[in-house]
Nanobody
């Protein structure tokens, strides 16, 4: 059994910052990919940022967050962090952690439960 535990969401004023964390735990042999998606009311879930956890891995960002959000990882802790700066009202959404990994159940894609981020004055 694998779990993705998210933390760090909340209410922040425009221009403020938040840091999201996602920790993967359980029967994990290898993590290939971890990242964050978000879904605003009435909209489709979209990629925010993701990284491949392989040698020479790459990080991808949505155009709307480039220069404001930074994704980093701690492979020893199976954890990724999303530092969100200069937040805008349009960043308001439920943020979901996603991981593709090889675990006890084989090659599986997992989702976290979601954490609410609200940017409002």
């Amino acid at each position: 059994q694998v779990q993705l535990v998210e933390s760090g969401g909340g209410l922040v004023q425009p221009g403020g910052s938040l840091r999201l964390s996602c920790a993967a735990s359980g029967s994990i042999f290898r993590i290939y990919y971890m990242g964050w998606y978000r879904q605003a009311p009435g909209k489709q879930r979209e990629l925010v940022a993701a990284m491949t956890l392989t040698t020479g891995g790459t990080t991808t960002y949505a155009e709307s967050v480039k220069g404001r959000f930074t994704l980093s990882g701690d492979s020893a802790k199976n954890t990724v962090y999303l530092q969100m700066n200069s937040l805008k009202p349009e960043d308001t959404a439920v943020y979901y952690c996603n991981a593709a990994l090889l675990g006890g159940a084989g090659h599986v894609n997992y989702w976290g439960q979601g954490t609410q981020v609200t940017v409002s004055s």
